[in-house]
Each structure stands twice: as structure tokens, then as C-alpha cells.
């Protein structure tokens, strides 16, 4: 062999050998510089870079829980909380969708500190009564009503609010007693306004 490849071969295994010893050197600390030890008396190292944790990366993650619906008759403008995600909505009324039937209107605030997903708000109900007995009004297409858009297309932001319309195939006559379910929570009482 060359004698300067000989050169690099032992540099290389002796840079190999001190990451060795270091590593060894800082397993073998005493328990009282780190302040832990382990089961069998033997210090325990902790890791101190940037990657989460199992339940730091379960926490970057916005949380979608089904629960039992709140039901509110609160549809003077004031925020109700979702019991089950970091959600609050605002009741903005009801209008008259330009192809026919009746188009929905919440505010939706993101209370959390990461991007709601568009699945979060799960696909919303309106139920009406109509001859004392309730019916569920067929949802429609923002094409099909006359509008820009339904729903929401692209997530929502950490402490963004935005507008959500719904279109449903039912007359805002026939909303005089109604309820609306959007997320965990049901909007109940006149959504004719």
C-alpha cells in the first residue's frame, strides 16, 4: 500500500476511536452533574435536540372530536365554543340563495395553534320543521345555488376567523324553527333572519 493511504486509514480510525471514547466518557457521567439515574443506580442520558417527542408530534396536529352536540339558541352574534375541538362559531343568518333554496352563513374562528384541516366542520345539517314534524333539507352545490363557494376550501389559521356558507334546498320561509349543526355544536330556534 501507499504510504499517505496508510496516513488517511489511521486518521480516519483514530477519529473513530475518540468518538468512541467521548461517547463512552459521557455515559460513564456521575448521577449528581446530570441529576438523573436510572432503575439501577447508572445515570441516564438525556436528549437535548429538536426533535418532539411522541406526545409533542400528537400536539402539532389539530384535534377533531366528535362529541355530543352543544345546542344554542345564541343567534344574536356572540361566540359559542365547540365542546369538542378549538373551534368557537358565530351565527352571521340565513339569505336567500340566487338559484332558489337558502344559504347558511357562520363565522368560524380557529382558536388552536395550528391549521384547522377543511374535515374539521365534518358536512353540516339543516333540519326544519315543516307540518310538526322535522325534515332534513337536502344539501346543494355553490353551482347549483348560485353562489362562489360552500364550505371551505383550504384550511383555516391559527386564530383566523373566516365566513363558511352553506346552500340547502329549503325556503328561508320554512327556518322559522330550525337547526343548524356545524362541528359540535347546534345552532336551534328562528335561523330565518
Same mark, same amino acid.
Not at 64 to 75: A, F, G, H, R, S
Not at 170 to 186: D, P
Not at 187 to 192: A, D, Q
Given at each position: 500500500?501507499?504510504? #499517505?493511504?496508510?496516513?488517511?486509514?489511521?486518521?480516519?480510525? *483514530?477519529?473513530?476511536?475518540?468518538?468512541?471514547? *467521548?461517547?463512552?466518557?459521557?455515559?460513564?457521567?456521575?448521577?449528581?452533574?446530570?441529576?438523573?439515574?436510572?432503575?439501577?443506580?447508572?445515570?441516564?442520558?438525556?436528549? +437535548?435536540?429538536?426533535?418532539?417527542?411522541?406526545?409533542?408530534?400528537?400536539?402539532?396536529?389539530?384535534?377533531? %372530536?366528535?362529541?355530543?352536540?352543544?345546542? $344554542?339558541?345564541? @343567534?344574536?352574534? =356572540?361566540?359559542?365554543?365547540?365542546?369538542?375541538?378549538?373551534?368557537?362559531?358565530?351565527?352571521?343568518? $340565513?339569505?336567500?340563495?340566487?338559484?332558489?333554496?337558502?344559504? !347558511?352563513?357562520?363565522?368560524? +374562528?380557529?382558536?388552536?395553534? !395550528?391549521?384547522?384541516?377543511?374535515?374539521? @366542520?365534518? +358536512?353540516?345539517? &339543516?333540519?326544519? +320543521?315543516?307540518?310538526?314534524?322535522?325534515? =332534513?333539507?337536502?344539501?346543494?352545490?355553490?353551482?347549483?345555488?348560485?353562489?362562489?363557494?360552500?364550505?371551505?376550501?383550504?384550511?383555516?389559521?391559527?386564530? *383566523?376567523? $373566516? %365566513?363558511? #356558507?352553506?346552500?340547502?334546498?329549503?325556503?328561508?320561509? /320554512? &327556518?322559522?324553527?330550525? =337547526?343548524?349543526?356545524?362541528? /359540535?355544536?347546534?345552532?336551534?330556534? /328562528? @335561523? %330565518? /333572519?
Amino acid at each position: 500500500m501507499a504510504p #499517505h493511504k496508510m496516513t488517511l486509514r489511521k486518521r480516519v480510525t *483514530a477519529l473513530a476511536l475518540a468518538c468512541v471514547t *467521548a461517547a463512552s466518557l459521557v455515559a460513564c457521567g456521575d448521577s449528581k452533574s446530570t441529576g438523573e439515574s436510572g432503575a439501577d443506580g447508572e445515570s441516564v442520558i438525556t436528549p +437535548t435536540t429538536g426533535v418532539a417527542t411522541p406526545s409533542e408530534a400528537a400536539d402539532a396536529e389539530f384535534q377533531i %372530536n366528535q362529541v355530543q352536540p352543544l345546542v $344554542t339558541d345564541e @343567534l344574536g352574534g =356572540e361566540r359559542v365554543d365547540d365542546p369538542g375541538m378549538k373551534l368557537s362559531y358565530t351565527w352571521q343568518g $340565513t339569505d336567500y340563495a340566487p338559484m332558489g333554496g337558502s344559504v !347558511v352563513t357562520v363565522a368560524v +374562528t380557529n382558536n388552536d395553534e !395550528v391549521p384547522m384541516p377543511v374535515e374539521a @366542520l365534518g +358536512t353540516p345539517v &339543516l333540519k326544519f +320543521t315543516r307540518n310538526s314534524s322535522q325534515e =332534513e333539507a337536502a344539501s346543494k352545490s355553490a353551482e347549483a345555488a348560485g353562489i362562489p363557494q360552500t364550505g371551505l376550501d383550504m384550511q383555516l389559521g391559527p386564530g *383566523a376567523t $373566516t %365566513n363558511v #356558507h352553506y346552500a340547502f334546498d329549503v325556503t328561508t320561509g /320554512n &327556518l322559522w324553527k330550525a =337547526e343548524f349543526t356545524i362541528g /359540535n355544536v347546534t345552532f336551534s330556534g /328562528n @335561523l %330565518n /333572519n
